[in-house]
Every structure is written in structure tokens, then in C-alpha cells.
């Protein structure tokens, strides 16, 4: 069974992710967004994506908790980042609706997209260094293209979590709306962009995102050797013990 709802209405094809409240991920829900990304760029009628999601948060990033459901890989799918790469090799525009929290990899998703709709009340946070390993998701390439190498380290090194202002202010958001208007607000965009001619709009979206998707197979297979490295340190199970404890985590560098 699917965790992802796929509809359009019109020439806006819509993915929603149906893990609520929190929509942690992993790699089945990555697969299957990607098989929804895959099935609208089949169909000529669909000129824009909105990438949506039920329950409180957008996507609150893995589930450590959970370790059965935090599976990062199979000899049927592959690892978790190969999915994700999927995700970036769409050819249509994505917006993606973000409310609640988009969280570790779950900030990593909503940056797939080509524009984030949110609101005052949304929260975003790149926490992996606090949790003590190091980033994903192509996390490495997509944010300081978004906010610059300054602000994307600041992100990083202290795990700092920001709301939705800061986030448009910075450069992150790109149309910040009440909460209740946030999925009409995203449609609303991608409908003004499905009224744009689909060959124009597909050929400047693929100059301007020329050797992305290739970039970010190359970076998530080094953030992925480091993460291994890291998730066998105390740190890192210092770092999750601390957010389960909603504690500060007491690191000692081993």
C-alpha cells in the first residue's frame, strides 16, 4: 500500500504524503513519491507538480525512534539516496505546500521542489549535526544554493530551527500565507505556471537546473559515507537519545 495519494485537477498533477502527523520517511515513501514524479512526467497533460502532505507537519525528517520503519536501503530499491536522486531527475516544476516542521531530511525534500509555499507558523531545520552526523538528502548542494555557503553553514553547524519569515527572508520560502491557505496558494502558483507554454517552461527549468541531478548522485554518495561513519559514534547515539529526552545532547567528540 501506497503512503502517497496521487490526483490533478487540471494540468497540476498532486502528490500527498499520508504518514500523519509527522509523515516521517523513509525509503518505501520516497520510492513511491518518486513513482508519482515518474507517473506525471509520463503524462502530457500534466504541466506542474504540488507536492503536499496530511497531519501536522510536512515531513519531520527520519523516524530514530523506529528503526524497522528507518530502513535506508534493500537489495530491491537500493539506498534511500538513489530514490531520492529520482526525485531530483523529475523534468516538470514542483512546488511543495510546507506546514508544520520539515526536519532533517524532511527539509531535504521540500528543497526537491522549485518553490516552497509556507507559512509564519512553519519551521525548518537542517538538525543532522546536532544529532551528530553529517547532512543528507543533497542537503550539501541544494541549501547553500538556496541561501548561500554562509547562511547554509550557520544552518548546519548549530541545527538552528527557524519559522517561516526568517525562512522567506533568507530565501528559503518562496510565498508565505496564512496556514490555511497554504495548499490554495501552492495550487495557485503551480496552476500560473501550468498556463505558461509546458516546452518553454521544461526547457528553461532543465537550463537552470543543468547538471543538478547528476550533482546531487555524486554529493549523497559522499554524505552518505560520512553518515555511515557517524552513525557509529557515541555522539550520534547521544544525539538521539538527547531529541527523544528533549534534552540538549552532552557531546564528547567520540
Not at 490533478?8 to 518505501?28: Q, S
Not at 507517473?39 to 523516524?63: H, P, T, Y
Not at 507554454?197 to 543538478?212: D, E, F, M, N, W
Request: aromatic residues 8%.
Amino acid at each position: 500500500m501506497s503512503d502517497v495519494r496521487v490526483t490533478n485537477e487540471g494540468h497540476v498533477g498532486i502528490a500527498e504524503i499520508c504518514r500523519a502527523p509527522n509523515n516521517f520517511f523513509d525509503i518505501a515513501l520516497i520510492r513511491d513519491i518518486a513513482a508519482a514524479f515518474e507517473g506525471f512526467e509520463a503524462d502530457s497533460n500534466i504541466r506542474c507538480i504540488v507536492l503536499v502532505a496530511e497531519g501536522k507537519n510536512f515531513c519531520a525528517g527520519a523516524d530514530f525512534s523506529s528503526p524497522a520503519r528507518n530502513t535506508v536501503g534493500d537489495r530491491q530499491g537500493g539506498h534511500l539516496y538513489q530514490q531520492a536522486v529520482r526525485l531530483f531527475r523529475c523534468g516538470k516544476p514542483i512546488v511543495a505546500a510546507v506546514q508544520g516542521a520539515a526536519v532533517g531530511g524532511g527539509l531535504g525534500l521540500s528543497l526537491v521542489a522549485d518553490f516552497r509555499v509556507a507559512s509564519p507558523e512553519s519551521r525548518f531545520t537542517a538538525n543532522f549535526n546536532r544529532l551528530g552526523f553529517h547532512p543528507g538528502f543533497g542537503l550539501s548542494i541544494t541549501l547553500p544554493r538556496l541561501v548561500g555557503e554562509q547562511m547554509a553553514a550557520m544552518l548546519f553547524y548549530t541545527g538552528r530551527r527557524i519559522g517561516g519569515e526568517e525562512a522567506q527572508r533568507i530565501g528559503l520560502v518562496d510565498v508565505l500565507v496564512p496556514s490555511t491557505e497554504l495548499r490554495s496558494a501552492a495550487m495557485a502558483l503551480a496552476t500560473e505556471i501550468a498556463a505558461s507554454a509546458p516546452i518553454a517552461v521544461s526547457s528553461t527549468r532543465a537550463t537552470l537546473r543543468r547538471g543538478l541531478a547528476d550533482a546531487i548522485t555524486a554529493i549523497t554518495d559522499h554524505e552518505l559515507e560520512e553518515q555511515q561513519k557517524h552513525f557509529e559514534t557515541a555522539d550520534f547515539k547521544e544525539g538521539v537519545k538527547a531529541m527523544s529526552e528533549r534534552r540538549l545532547p552532552v557531546f564528547e567528540g567520540k
